[in-house]
């Protein structure tokens, strides 16, 4: 099992450029989520789904697209890359253990948005 | 305004003694939380879960304590090892919200040999 992957590790985008960020899990979990992590702060929502096919906004959807085509796989869109999206991205999926639901995570993608 | 807190960023114990961190939240309806350990450059690692229905959860050396009237859990590890040192996050979770993770900021755990 490789859990919880995420590519790319690292890019760098200029100002106005886009990409996507792919994170793919092989846990046949239905929950799969969306973080950003900046220094000083724990991890923000962006998006998140609970199920192939259905998406959701968490705290801090503005600038980001996702997609959820395939139950293994959560892909995070920015269409017009801005400074103020440098940030650490984490995935996770999550399994429901008998009293809630408990996220695993992948590696982060660091991007940096010159 | 942020639900759930830590209130220190960082703290160092010596190597063998018990560490204590903790987090406080404002939210009543929070039923379910949860210790992440982070390593640099790696995602968060499940380390050990809470539901309201408890007051205490222990795994090996790690165990948690809630506290529901005074809106507070921590985190005890003894003893403590070089290896835990890292940032600790919790977490905090409802049913009416889908579980959707509330974070707070993490503490850095420095073990001292």
């Known amino acids: 099992n490789a859990g919880v992957t995420q590519t790319p590790k690292f890019r760098v985008l200029k100002t106005g450029q886009s990409m996507t960020l792919l994170c793919a899990q092989d846990?046949?979990?239905?929950?799969m989520y969306w973080y950003r992590q900046d220094p000083g702060m724990g991890l923000r929502l962006i998006h998140y789904s609970v199920g192939e096919g259905t998406t959701a906004k968490g705290e801090v959807p503005d600038g980001y697209n996702v997609s959820r085509l395939k139950k293994q796989n959560f892909l995070l869109g920015l269409e017009s890359a801005a400074p103020s999206q440098t940030s650490v991205y984490f995935c996770?999926?999550?399994?429901?253990?008998?009293?809630?639901?408990?996220?695993?995570f992948g590696p982060g993608t660091r991007l940096l948005v010159l | 305004d942020q639900q759930v807190k830590q209130n220190s960023p960082s703290l160092s114990v010596q190597e063998g003694r018990i560490s204590i961190l903790n987090c406080d939240y404002t939210?009543?309806?929070?039923?379910?939380f949860l210790w992440y350990k982070k390593y640099p450059a790696e995602g968060p690692t499940f380390l050990i879960s809470?539901?309201?229905i408890k007051d205490k959860n222990e795994d090996g050396r790690f165990t948690v304590f809630l506290n529901k009237s005074a809106k507070h859990l921590s985190l005890h590890i003894v003893p403590s090892q070089p290896g835990d040192s890292a940032v600790y996050f919790c977490a905090a979770s409802d049913a009416d919200s889908n579980y959707q993770l509330i974070w707070g900021a993490g503490t850095k755990l420095i073990i001292k040999p």
């Open positions: 809470i539901s309201s």
């Open positions: 939210n009543s309806m929070f039923d379910y």
């Open positions: 846990m046949n979990h239905e929950y």
């Open positions: 996770a999926s999550s399994a429901w253990d008998g009293t809630g639901e408990t996220q695993y």
